[in-house]
C-alpha cells in the first residue's frame, strides 16, 4: 500500500496540470469535473507502466486516488455552479 500512495503522490502534479488544462479549454459543468479527474487519473496511472514496475491495479489505485486528490485541492473552496470557462 505505501508504494501505491507513493506513486499517487508523483502522479498528483501530473493529474492536476491536466485537470485544470481542460477545465480552462472547454466550457464543460463543474459538477462532473470530479470524474474528468478520476478518468484522466485512471489513464495517467494505467499508461505509467514503464515508471513502476507495480501491477496494473495497484497502478490503477494509485491513479484514482491522484485523481480524485487532484480534485479535492482545487474545488473543496470553490462553489460548484456554472461552468468552468469564464
Given at each position: 500500500?505505501?508504494?501505491?500512495?507513493?506513486?499517487?503522490?508523483?502522479?498528483?502534479p501530473i493529474v492536476?496540470?491536466?485537470v485544470?488544462?481542460?477545465?480552462?479549454t472547454f466550457n464543460l459543468p463543474k459538477n462532473i469535473i470530479p470524474s474528468i479527474s478520476f478518468v484522466i487519473g485512471?489513464?495517467?496511472?494505467?499508461?505509467?507502466?514503464p515508471f513502476t514496475d507495480l501491477e496494473?491495479?495497484?497502478?490503477l489505485w494509485a491513479?484514482?486516488?491522484?485523481g480524485l486528490s487532484a480534485?479535492?485541492?482545487f474545488e473543496m473552496v470553490n462553489k460548484r455552479e456554472g461552468t468552468t470557462k469564464a
Open positions: 500500500m505505501e508504494q501505491v500512495l507513493i506513486f499517487a503522490t508523483a502522479l498528483l492536476s496540470a491536466l485544470e488544462m481542460i477545465k480552462l485512471l489513464l495517467i496511472g494505467s499508461i505509467a507502466y496494473l491495479v495497484l497502478r491513479g484514482g486516488l491522484a480534485t479535492g485541492l
